[in-house]
């Protein structure tokens, strides 16, 4: 028989919890027929609620329950990061806690599986009932990654995914403190089959996402996954170092032919504003660079386990 790890991170959803349960179990006939023996990782990334208590009440029904405590928040990717490193299933799966995961495709996942795909990924193809500010701004991020990232980062990509033991030590393998894991998922490679599903509303509960939250989550996706930002300050500063050049030469030969009556303070003024502006903003775009290569130093660990069941 073949183990199947489900993987649910859970950050204060303790209404969603036994729902979840319910809800991937209607698959039983399915787990059944192929011979998968199941288990299941809720991980309680830090909740405030009852979601550990709803857990390990599941838990006395069913010992296939699992429950990893995070000594506090440590964000989803950090969640996903534990729950493969202590899933001893021979497939892997992640899915989120609220249904938007829907477990009924499961099945359909698992026969790609079967047929030598090593991963298979799902993506959202519309993302209705979602505010349209976050949808624009999520759909600009995708195309700016595909530009500046060699890296395949696909637009609506979920973290849903069903993996083979291989690919799951693959991505146990990168073990960074900024985990972007749309990223890594692309990085690693192998053969994924993507399925695509129209998005499905959070069931129970509310989104842990604000937008301020995913505006600094797609910075660390940048970041993480590229250096374009680093070489595009490098280009400015060549660019306004010619620019400066030429500046000088017009004025030296203007000065010798024309005198030099002192005037033009305020486009001086202008100028000083903006090339200041842009070093400052090429600065700020190295520190991303610098703290974020100051946090992966400390290797401090990604999450740290309160209790395990
Ligand atoms: N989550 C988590 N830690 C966090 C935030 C979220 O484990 O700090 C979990 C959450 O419980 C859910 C999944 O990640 O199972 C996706 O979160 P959410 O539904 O809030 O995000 P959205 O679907 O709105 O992108
Ligand atoms: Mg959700």
Redesign the pocket.
């Given at each position: 028989m073949k183990l199947l790890s489900v993987i649910?991170?859970?950050?204060?959803?303790e209404e969603?919890v036994a729902d979840f349960y319910t809800e991937l179990m209607k698959n039983k006939s399915f787990f059944d027929e192929k011979e998968l023996e199941v288990e299941i990782l809720y991980?309680d990334?830090g909740s405030k609620d009852g979601t550990a208590g709803e857990v390990k009440k599941l838990r006395e029904r069913d010992e296939r329950v699992h429950l990893i405590s995070f000594s506090r928040?440590?964000?989803?990717e950090a969640?996903i990061y534990a729950g493969l490193q202590n899933a001893v299933g021979d497939y892997l799966v992640v899915m989120?806690?609220?249904l938007?995961d829907p477990p009924s495709l499961l099945p359909e996942m698992f026969r790609y599986i079967e047929e030598g795909y090593d991963s298979v990924a799902t993506r959202r193809v519309t993302r209705k009932g979602e505010p349209i500010l976050r949808s624009f701004f999520a759909r600009m991020f995708y195309r700016l990654m595909r530009k500046i990232s060699s890296t395949e980062i696909v637009d609506g990509a979920r973290d849903y995914r069903l993996m083979t033991r291989q690919v799951a030590d693959a991505i146990l393998s990168m073990k960074e403190y900024n985990r972007f894991t749309k990223g890594i998922y692309g990085w690693v490679g192998f053969q994924t089959k993507w399925l695509e599903f129209e998005n499905v509303e959070?069931k129970k509960g509310?989104?842990?996402?604000s937008f301020w939250k995913l505006l600094l989550y797609s910075l660390e996706g940048i970041v993480s996954f590229s250096t374009a930002p680093a070489t595009f300050a490098a280009v400015m500063g060549v660019l306004f170092c010619i620019l400066a050049f030429l500046l000088i030469v017009v004025i030296v030969i203007r000065t010798a032919l024309f005198g030099d009556p002192v005037a033009g303070w305020p486009s001086l003024v202008c100028i000083i504003s903006l090339i200041s502006g842009v070093q400052l903003f090429c600065l700020g775009i190295v520190g991303q660079y610098v703290s974020k290569t100051y946090l992966e130093v400390k290797e401090r660990p990604i999450y740290i386990v309160k209790e395990k069941l």
């Open positions: 649910v991170p859970c950050y204060n959803e969603s991980i990334d928040n440590f964000g989803k969640g989120d806690v609220d938007q959070r509310e989104t842990k996402w």
